[in-house]
């Protein structure tokens, strides 16, 4: 990556080499020259193509001004071009008796500016121009070139121009572990140059532009976003100190505003660096007081740091940055008392300048959607950047970049090329998923065991069982020290009882709305005592890390980070065991602070009949139960009153049609029915809207179409049928039975057989885009059935709505008629099959998992049903390519899309608008999810291998399958799941329907 552009004249090239000279005996090796045959354009390149690539990829942008560049409509061109990208631009006059007087408003405005031809004290180069070998005498002021070294240096980004270690912690470990790497890090922070550089020229571009100015980093856990914020990101901006003066990041936590990291501790910490004596009474006052006198204490803030006085224009300041640290912590449920005012007054900074301020998040891409739509920043302009896996190759650097910065310290450290090729090798076999994470650990555990000798080994390495085993080994550690301490059990089981109900639910949760663990900070004496021995030794081994308030002297704490629950098998198993109980726990929590927020409205308890017992149900967990404060306890004693109400509201009910029975006896016939018209009216009711109503319409519009027994064992593979007429129901089609292989590969394990067994034969390479959940991969033998040709249509759901038989809440967000379904909770798809069912006398369902991926596989094997190409989704598939982007873009909003191709559909599209599988299956990728009928489970581990769904009693995520309009195209992939609360509603959910096949005729 080239860090420093040239951009001159060609009559200036012996200026230009002089200057390369300069740079790259000064250090700057790392720069673009068009002339230079090692930095700049290979002989065949083409010219534009290539300058315009480097000009992208550079941090700074050198122009040669002269009277020949000026006049050059080339060099103008790389100019416009470096301030559309919104480059560090350095102007450097090279000619004598060009002043910068005589340079145009646009140039001296906004450009750091140094005159190399002025000044006494000239510094003399020998320079050899290309192709013609003449040699050149180029002489350079002295004074202009200290004054570009300073400014270079100031500006630098990369890690070798912050200085590490940091002057208060000498004997700082080069590795961080689980942790976040923090601003004093900024000098060890490798691998990301790129997305840095990237990061810095959308920022100026959106310091440039109107407010409201918000930037939204989206990452997949474990991609390093916090690190790149505060030990990338933060540092970087703070050196240009003109434009931007970032505040301490913030990470939410519990307390987004007066929590330990909250915006009171950043606001505080950022006056203290720039030597302002405001107390945090003051600051407290202000936040309090809302945007307008937080607005002024920032004005003062940005003021001391530009060192201005008030009587200086407010343009002159540096735009104030409040960065987000882990936003999706923003919508837990134990957050959000704080997190609704945060971000309500996050939105008035935002809405006007003086001084100009910037918001940066950085948010899991899982959790992105609820920060989109978060009522507090509605309308406000999001734009986002994607930070994906870090690039294989830049791996080698994290490892080997730290060390250096250990040379020629007491501390150098030699690190043998045998270890690095296996770790690197580890990665490559392990994939990208938390590589980066435990990539750090295993780093960290290295170094503290082994650096004392000077020398990290493979043998070392290998004892510390390598990046697979590294946290199940540092968890042996800590059950090892635990045989030495008498306060732990000895006997295994007991101590796992224990550390289980030490980790859940404080420590380790499950997110409701996808389903996925997430890490939680607990107060340490909210541990049970009995677990906290335990808990200790996890926190000697980093696997956990604590903090202290510096205003309470509390204890947090919390796992050192997500993938612990992730990679720690343990804790997986005991969070998939518990995801049901944890679900209830968290929805308890949420409807307890809503039920408390409206002032404990009847209207607001939602807990009741099934939901009600489940929650009821948490005491058969006592170990759970126990994270239920005292007010969620009286929400759902308040919840028990007014179902006990209901039932006895009920029974007083029961007992008046009782009373009213014995009366009506002793009374004519005539009125006797009478009475009984009013008693059994909702009876009566249903009655009369059978035989008056559904009953003809059955009989009109489904009897004459039903398959009869023996048509039915006739249908041959693929043949469709419709049990309806005029549309009114899905057009079905007859899939033969077979056997398929379900998942996706890892480029390691064999397929499981039908046998249980490994089965022989090649393995294929690791599916690009694959989740960790999608295998392992077995063999599934699929009995024969029909499946619909298209999603369920809205067409299709209104016949029903409109006959009484399925709900009328359902949002159409987008489209109508033969456009699919949206917006459908799982029970609803299950009563429309439920529906169709009592139509037809015929048994209509939800597909299971296994055959939907046998219908969507079409008898492949491939990522997608045509093969392993992503760009032919464009024929096959409705997803988020530049039609969704362009509206969105109407829309004021920001979402991931795909370049590959422009349908036209920015949302849904009508069923059946791309190419069949080739079953005859249309939008078997993409359009809506699906949802199924299994339960989700992280593995296939228990998976049925007769194409049965997967379920167990109670559990609150099932799978979808298909991808949608708003997937991007890994998403399709025919082995992608998804998995989702039965309530939730999307306009990307919808359904397709399979229907029980009686056996072929023999």
């Known amino acids: 990556m080239s860090k420093v552009f040239i951009s001159h004249s060609s009559r200036d090239n012996a200026q230009a080499i002089a200057l390369r000279d300069f740079l790259v005996a000064e250090g700057w090796s790392d720069l673009f020259l068009d002339l230079d045959p090692e930095r700049g354009i290979a002989a065949g390149e083409r010219w534009e193509r290539a300058l315009n690539e480097a000009a992208r990829r550079c941090e700074a942008v050198l122009f040669l001004i002269s009277q020949a560049w000026l006049s050059s409509r080339w060099c103008l061109n790389e100019m416009n071009l470096a301030r559309r990208l919104n480059k560090r631009l350095f102007g450097l006059v090279i000619e004598e008796g060009l002043s910068i007087a005589d340079l145009p408003p646009d140039v001296t405005s906004t450009w750091q500016l140094v005159n190399l031809a002025a000044g006494r004290d000239h510094r003399q180069f020998r320079v050899t121009l290309p192709v013609i070998g003449e040699e050149v005498h180029v002489t350079y002021s002295q004074e202009g070139l200290s004054r570009l070294k300073s400014g270079l240096q100031k500006a630098g980004l990369g890690a070798s121009f912050f200085a590490w270690p940091p002057d208060e912690d000498p004997k700082r470990a080069p590795y961080r572990?689980?942790?976040?790497?923090?601003?004093?890090?900024?000098?060890?922070?490798?691998?990301?140059?790129?997305?840095?550089?990237?990061?810095?020229?959308?920022?100026?571009?959106?310091?440039?532009?109107?407010?409201?100015?918000?930037?939204?980093?989206?990452?997949?856990?474990?991609?390093?976003?916090?690190?790149?914020m505060r030990a990338g990101l933060l540092p970087r901006l703070g050196r240009d100190d003109a434009a931007f003066l970032p505040l301490p990041a913030i990470r939410p936590e519990r307390a987004a505003l007066w929590g330990e990291t909250g915006l009171l501790d950043a606001l505080a910490r950022a006056f203290e660096a720039a030597h302002l004596k405001i107390p945090r009474g003051d600051l407290r006052e202000a936040i309090n007081g809302g945007a307008a006198p937080l607005k002024t204490k920032l004005k003062a803030l940005a003021a001391q740091k530009a060192q201005i006085d008030d009587t200086d224009r407010a343009r002159c300041l540096p735009a104030v940055v409040?960065?987000?640290?882990?936003?999706?912590?923003?919508?837990?449920?134990?957050?959000?008392?704080?997190?609704?005012?945060?971000?309500?007054?996050?939105?008035?900074?935002?809405?006007?300048?003086?001084?100009?301020?910037?918001?940066?998040?950085?948010?899991?891409?899982?959790?992105?959607?609820?920060?989109q739509s978060a009522q507090?920043?509605?309308?406000?302009?999001?734009?986002?950047?994607?930070?994906?896996?870090?690039?294989?190759?830049?791996?080698?650097?994290?490892?080997?970049?730290?060390?250096?910065?250990?040379?020629?310290?007491?501390?150098a450290l030699k690190i043998d090329d045998n270890l690095v090729e296996a770790i690197l090798a580890d990665i490559e076999e392990g994939g990208a998923k938390d590589a980066l994470p435990l990539l750090a650990f295993t780093l960290e555990r290295l170094y503290e065991e082994y650096h004392a000798a000077g020398h990290l080994k493979l043998g070392q390495y290998e004892k510390l069982g390598r990046i697979k085993g590294s946290i199940e080994a540092a968890v042996a550690c800590a059950f090892k020290a635990a045989d030495v301490d008498v306060r732990i059990p000895r006997e295994a089981q007991a101590r796992l009882t224990l550390l289980h109900r030490g980790l859940i639910p404080w420590l380790a949760g499950i997110d409701p709305d996808t389903g996925a663990p997430r890490r939680r900070v607990a107060r340490l004496s909210e541990i049970p005592a009995d677990s906290r021995p335990l808990i200790d030794l996890l926190v000697e081994q980093r696997l956990l890390s604590t903090d202290v308030s510096k205003e309470t002297g509390e204890t947090t704490i919390e796992p050192a980070h997500e993938a612990l629950l992730r990679q720690w098998g343990l804790l997986q198993g005991w969070l998939a065991d518990d995801a049901g109980f944890l679900t209830v726990l968290d929805g308890i929590k949420r409807a307890s602070r809503d039920w408390a927020a409206n002032a404990k409205a009847a209207t607001w308890l939602s807990h009741s009949g099934e939901r009600l017992k489940a929650a009821d149900g948490l005491q058969e967990?006592?170990?759970?139960?126990?994270?239920?404060?005292?007010?969620?306890?009286?929400?759902?004693?308040a919840c028990r009153a007014a179902e006990l109400a209901a039932a006895e509201k009920d029974r007083a009910s029961v007992r008046f049609r009782k009373r009213m029975q014995v009366a009506?006896?002793?009374?004519?016939?005539?009125?006797?029915?009478?009475?009984?018209?009013?008693?059994?009216?909702?009876?009566?009711?249903?009655?009369?809207?059978?035989?008056?109503?559904?009953?003809?319409?059955?009989?009109?519009?489904?009897?004459?179409?039903?398959?009869?027994?023996?048509?039915?064992?006739?249908?041959?593979?693929?043949?469709?049928?419709?049990?309806?007429?005029?549309?009114?129901?899905?057009?079905?089609?007859a899939l033969p039975a077979g056997t398929f292989v379900m998942g996706s590969p890892d480029g390691k394990t064999p397929v499981i057989g039908l046998d249980g067994k490994p089965e022989a034969g090649p393995i294929p390479k690791a599916e690009e885009g694959r989740g960790d959940d999608e295998g392992p991969r077995h063999r599934v033998k699929i009995g024969r059935f029909a499946i619909g040709k298209y999603a369920v249509t809205w067409a299709e759901w209104d016949e029903c709505v409109a006959l009484g038989g399925c709900p009328a809440d359902v949002a159409a967000t987008y489209g109508k008629g033969r456009e699919p379904v949206i917006n459908v909770p799982w029970h609803y798809a299950k009563q429309y099959a439920a529906w169709l069912t009592l139509m037809t006398g015929k048994e209509y369902r939800l597909l299971s998992e296994a055959e939907f991926e046998y219908a969507a596989r079409a008898g492949s094997q491939t990522a997608f049903s045509f093969g392993d190409?992503?760009?032919?989704?464009?024929?096959?598939?409705?997803?988020?390519?530049l039609s969704l982007r362009e509206l969105a873009r109407r829309q004021n909003a920001t979402i991931q899309t795909s370049d590959i191709c422009d349908d036209g559909n920015g949302t849904t599209a009508k069923v059946g608008s791309y190419k069949a599988n080739a079953l005859?299956?249309?939008?078997?990728?993409?359009?809506?999810?699906?949802?199924?009928?299994?339960?989700?489970?992280?593995?296939?581990?228990?998976?049925?291998?007769?194409?049965?769904?997967?379920?167990?009693?109670?559990?609150?995520?099932?799978?979808?399958?298909?991808?949608?309009?708003?997937?991007?195209?890994?998403?399709?992939?025919?082995?992608?799941?998804?998995?989702?609360?039965?309530?939730?509603?999307?306009?990307?959910?919808?359904?397709?329907?399979?229907?029980?096949?009686?056996?072929?005729?023999t």
């Open 920 to 1001: 005859g299956l249309f939008d078997m990728h993409g359009n809506v999810f699906s949802w199924t009928e299994d339960c989700y489970e992280g593995s296939y581990e228990s998976a049925p291998t007769d194409g049965k769904a997967y379920t167990t009693e109670g559990c609150s995520l099932r799978v979808l399958r298909g991808g949608s309009w708003s997937s991007n195209p890994q998403n399709l992939r025919a082995a992608y799941r998804l998995r989702n609360a039965t309530g939730i509603r999307y306009t990307s959910l919808g359904f397709r329907l399979a229907r029980t096949l009686l056996p072929p005729s």
């Open 376 to 411: 507090e920043l509605e309308g406000l302009h999001q734009e986002t950047m994607s930070l994906p896996p870090m690039p294989k190759g830049a791996y080698a650097e994290v490892i080997r970049g730290p060390i250096r910065r250990l040379e020629g310290t007491g501390r």
């Open 664 to 733: 009506v006896t002793v009374l004519m016939a005539a009125t006797i029915i009478g009475l009984a018209g009013i008693i059994k009216k909702e009876w009566i009711g249903e009655q009369v809207h059978w035989y008056g109503t559904a009953r003809p319409y059955l009989a009109k519009n489904f009897m004459p179409r039903v398959l009869s027994e023996d048509k039915e064992r006739e249908l041959k593979p693929l043949e469709s049928f419709q049990e309806c007429v005029h549309g009114r129901c899905p057009e079905m089609v």
């Open 869 to 881: 190409d992503p760009k032919q989704l464009c024929e096959y598939g409705n997803f988020a390519d």
């Open 621 to 637: 967990r006592p170990d759970l139960a126990a994270n239920l404060e005292p007010a969620d306890h009286d929400y759902l004693a």
């Open 322 to 371: 409040i960065s987000i640290d882990q936003g999706e912590e923003l919508f837990l449920a134990e957050a959000e008392a704080e997190a609704r005012p945060f971000l309500n007054l996050l939105r008035e900074l935002l809405l006007s300048d003086d001084p100009e301020t910037i918001a940066v998040f950085t948010i899991r891409s899982d959790n992105y959607e609820r920060l």
């Open 177 to 228: 572990g689980l942790r976040p790497l923090e601003a004093e890090d900024a000098g060890i922070f490798f691998g990301r140059e790129g997305p840095v550089v990237e990061a810095i020229d959308r920022l100026r571009g959106i310091k440039n532009a109107a407010p409201p100015r918000l930037f939204v980093i989206l990452g997949a856990s474990g991609a390093g976003k916090s690190s790149f």
